[in-house]
């Protein structure tokens, strides 16, 4: 996370695997960026008012942050073709055709394009190498602001005569999540062949795809009938209270092991480490799985197991307390749509005394599914009512991605999701992600070594916890 959301709110980010863009294989060759431009007429004034997230986002963030995607196109690089796919990509998606401008007398006001007249246009880089595409490219999707309108960028590179190329994006937080980003590789490839094959952009619309717009005015409706006496706002006030002394005030809950979570004080602008591990193998998952199903959970309570059983293992913490993200995206006309679907919840799980699997299982489950309700409850408003000047400082989510529109295909694609550096002394974020080769897990965390070496101990930790757990389901079976 960046200095732009370093304050209240969630965000999901998901690797495929996960990478920053200076870590991704890219090709030397001719780099092209793509801008979306539209003439100032076809923007319309837009009453549609902004989600708690977005205006909290303009509010609190810094420019130069941005998340994306990257993939090789199996498919031969036509300059038209290219900005045709992305000019489809475009009117699908009302949220990439909307911008906000400072208010009179302050707020912000909405305005949005229908697409008449909206291109992608060319800017041409000449040939580069590779480190130079990742830079160039980067430096492209940094200049994207929070207040100007694109806010979402391209960018191809290719060689003459190859069977393929690589495309990017990036987009800055406020007009899409992970889930956005991970739609994004089968949508693009579908529309680029369809663009081949000689569709029109326009002909590409789907009028059953809804529109984040409409999402964010009912957000922020619903957000505004939320007041000091609403469940949700005394939930979250109990969860941030917990470990406050008298008089400390309301602050969310750090990670159990101080050697990940004490970073250096600074102003903020460290680069935390990064990193992305696998854990688990699909086998060993499905077996897990099984335990799970016969004790009445899922498979999210068995990743969570094994993540809080080594924390306990390592600390002896019995007690366990984190902010995780989860989607809102519950019409199934906001499945496909890009935007920011995201809620939080504070989640609190003891296991004192559970030496049990089953038990441990579902004690987790249980702890999720207190708090799931509270996920459509916008966090900046909960924190508008409770005067909260915090952020949280330990996320943990849990994504299966195996199910996602085209994830069968992301290895031949070389696909990524892609976000820029992000600065934090005192933030952990553990990213627990289902695929198709397992279970991984992917962190950010202050750039210390005692940090760096915590958090390896962590995964060699879950691997153990996952033998154990394993071991005791063999042993039942022979019994």
Do not use: N
Not at 28 to 56: F, K, M, N, Q
Not at 129 to 136: F, G, K, L, T
Not at 228 to 254: E, I, K, N, S, T
Not at 330 to 350: E, R, S, T
């Amino acid at each position: 996370m960046s200095p732009s959301s370093r304050a209240v709110g969630c965000a999901i980010v998901v690797e495929v695997e996960y990478t920053e863009l200076d870590q991704y294989p890219l090709s030397g060759g001719r780099l092209t960026t793509w801008e979306p431009v539209v003439p100032d007429h076809a923007w319309r004034p837009d009453d549609r008012a902004l989600s708690w997230d977005h205006e909290h986002h303009l509010a609190g963030g810094e420019d130069g942050s941005w998340i994306g995607s990257v993939m090789h196109v199996p498919a031969a690089y036509d300059p038209g073709h290219v900005a045709a796919a992305a000019t489809a990509w475009m009117l699908r998606h009302e949220g990439l055709r909307t911008t906000i401008a400072p208010a009179p007398g302050g707020g912000w006001r909405r305005a949005t394009t229908g697409g008449d007249g909206l291109e992608v246009r060319p800017v041409e880089a000449g040939e580069v190498s590779p480190q130079d595409a990742a830079a160039r490219i980067s430096d492209s999707f940094a200049a994207l602001t929070r207040g100007s309108w694109p806010h979402v960028r391209l960018a191809t590179v290719h060689r003459e005569g190859a069977p393929g190329f690589d495309v990017a994006f990036g987009a800055d937080h406020s007009v899409m999540d992970a889930y956005s980003q991970l739609v994004w590789f089968a949508e693009f490839t579908t529309l680029y062949d369809q663009v081949r094959a000689g569709a029109e952009p326009a002909s590409l619309v789907d009028p059953a795809i809804a529109s984040h717009v409409d999402h964010a005015a009912a957000d922020r409706a619903f957000g505004a009938s939320v007041d000091a006496q609403h469940p949700a706002v005394m939930a979250w006030h109990d969860f941030l209270a917990h470990d406050g002394a008298p008089g400390a005030g309301l602050r969310f809950p750090d990670h159990p092991d101080p050697a990940v979570r004490m970073g250096p004080v600074t102003d903020g602008s460290r680069p935390q480490h990064s990193t992305s591990t696998w854990v688990a193998g699909p086998a060993e998952l499905d077996r897990l799985g099984a335990r799970c199903r016969e004790a009445g959970t899922s498979a999210q309570s068995g990743a969570l197991a094994m993540l809080l059983l080594a924390l306990r293992a390592a600390r002896g913490t019995e007690a366990f307390r984190f902010v995780m993200p989860m989607h809102t995206r519950h019409d199934p006309a906001h499945l496909p749509a890009v935007g920011w679907y995201v809620g939080c919840a504070p989640v609190q799980v003891d296991l004192a005394g559970a030496e049990d699997t089953a038990e441990v299982l579902a004690r987790i489950h249980a702890g999720v599914a207190a708090s799931k309700h509270l996920v459509g409850i916008p966090l900046p408003r909960i924190a508008e009512v409770l005067e909260l000047h915090d952020h949280p400082h330990i996320v943990v989510s849990y994504v299966d991605t195996r199910h996602i529109p085209g994830a069968a295909d992301w290895d031949r694609l070389r696909a990524r999701t892609l976000r820029s550096p992000a600065y934090a002394d005192d933030e952990v974020y553990l990213w627990l992600v289902r695929s198709h080769h397992g279970l991984s897990v992917s962190a950010r965390y202050p750039r210390t070594e005692e940090a760096d070496a915590t958090l390896r101990t962590l995964h060699a930790d879950m691997r153990g916890v996952l033998r154990e757990l394993l071991a005791e389901d063999a042993q039942e079976v022979s019994a």
